[in-house]
């Protein structure tokens, strides 16, 4: 989160827009910024468990990070349109990129109602754009915008699904038609691994305008970051709501 937190601070200043692709180790459970997760999930459960939590700095509900692909981007506000346009421009990407896959996704349609912060797990509904194979949603985003740039987190399921997050919680997850079936242990319709589901994803970004380029490891976003790492570290942070 320190280092999507360092890229939103380099779109902001320097007008230069990224793709960050990366996976999670050990398995952590991410809250949107708003989530009210004191209500929804227990925190001693979780602690038990040793499982890792993090709040992220954008919008949106719980994810739990195991078997999926993450994907962070951040872009001056002027590059990729509205909060709505450049979530469907950035979905109809990751569409794109499955397709390299064989794998056909559609962009969900708008909700039938309003979801809150504290509707459950972000995959138990889908709402406009997101990603859907079949009638399952497949890939979650959120967004944070600021006066000149905007940083959206997102994840893309590779396989299992987000139950865990369901024993975790003091109450139970609402119910909805997406998410009262039983499905099968991929997603996508066969096993997809992260380098392969990165490397398409990749593919389809490098369709948008504009020149790019690969940054290698040696990059010193690690050092820009470690300016946020304390504040997402910080349990006073995870466990504001």
Not at 26 to 42: K, L, M, N, Q, W
Not at 125 to 133: D, F, K, M, P, W
Request: net charge positive; hydrophobic share 40%; glycine share 10%.
């Amino acid at each position: 989160m320190a280092i999507d937190s360092a890229l939103l601070a380099l779109a902001e200043a320097d007008g230069v827009g990224f793709l960050r692709l990366y996976r999670w180790a050990p398995v952590c459970i991410s809250f949107g910024r708003h989530e009210p997760a004191t209500r929804r999930y227990d925190r001693a459960k979780i602690e038990a468990l040793g499982v890792d939590v993090v709040r992220r700095p954008t919008g949106g509900r719980a994810v739990w990070h195991d078997a999926e692909l993450t994907y962070a981007v951040a872009a001056p506000l002027g590059t990729l349109g509205t909060l709505a346009e450049s979530c469907r421009r950035i979905h109809a990407m990751l569409r794109d990129g499955l397709a390299l896959l064989g794998v056909t996704a559609t962009l969900a349609p708008p909700p039938e109602q309003a979801v809150g912060p504290g509707g459950g797990n972000c995959f138990a509904i889908a709402t406009g754009s997101e990603l859907l194979v079949g009638d399952r949603k497949v890939a979650g985003s959120a967004q944070l915008r600021t006066d000149r740039a905007l940083l959206q987190h997102g994840s893309l399921l590779l396989a299992g699904d987000q139950s865990p997050l369901a024993r975790l919680g003091p109450v139970a997850p609402p119910s909805s038609p997406r998410s009262s079936h039983p499905h099968s242990n991929h997603p996508l319709g066969r096993p997809v691994g992260f380098g392969e589901a990165a490397e398409a994803v990749a593919e389809a970004a490098r369709r948008w305008p504009g020149e790019w380029s690969r940054i290698a490891r040696g990059w010193p976003i690690v050092e820009r970051a470690a300016a946020y790492a304390d504040g997402f570290r910080s349990q006073a942070w995870t466990w504001c709501r």
